[in-house]
């Protein structure tokens, strides 16, 4: 990453993820893909949230009928004990293959579109308030419609400026 994502936990200078690719015996394949996010705070990296995908083809997807996506998850709720990180690796690569399956783009299985534009929102990453204050007024006017703050575990630091007390 160009600017690392620091977190009170850890701090993150590269994006780990993992690709799925869902097959039926048809030819059509879903992909998805996801972050693990941070190895240590969820207690997975690449290498197990791999193991357990392989696991979930095994146990959850072999011969399941790719259109029931909710019994699909279901199931993979009940065996990765609702480890959602994992999860929406599967998720994503399902509802691809639907949408593939009926013809549609995904988005209209997911309602249709509701507007012309998708608000984005930019990450300020952890480091002091006034730090956090410049670059949060930096993204706002680069046309960002909202931030997610990192502010750690530090009660003070994270109300810092803001008026609010506790």
Known sequence: MEVPIRHSFATRTNGLFVIVK??????????????????GYIMDSQETVMLKIRGLAKEALLGANPLHIEQILAKCDVLLRENSITKAHVDYALYDLKGKILNVP??????????????????????EP???????????????????????????????????RY
């Not at 394949?29 to 190895?39: A, D, F, K, N, R």
């Not at 997911?110 to 998708?118: M, P, Q, S, T, V």
């Not at 956090?132 to 419609?145: I, M, N, R, T």
């Open 106 to 127: 995904v988005y209209e299985l997911l309602g249709g579109i509701g507007r012309d534009k998708i608000p984005l929102e930019w990450i300020v990453t952890l480091d």
């Open 130 to 164: 006034d730090a956090q204050a410049e670059a949060a007024l930096k993204f706002l006017g680069a046309g960002f419609h909202s931030l997610k703050l990192k502010v750690g575990q530090d009660r003070a630091m994270a109300v810092k400026g803001t008026g609010l």
């Open 22 to 39: 869902i097959a039926t015996s048809e030819g059509l394949e879903g992909i998805g893909c996801g972050s693990v996010l941070y190895p």
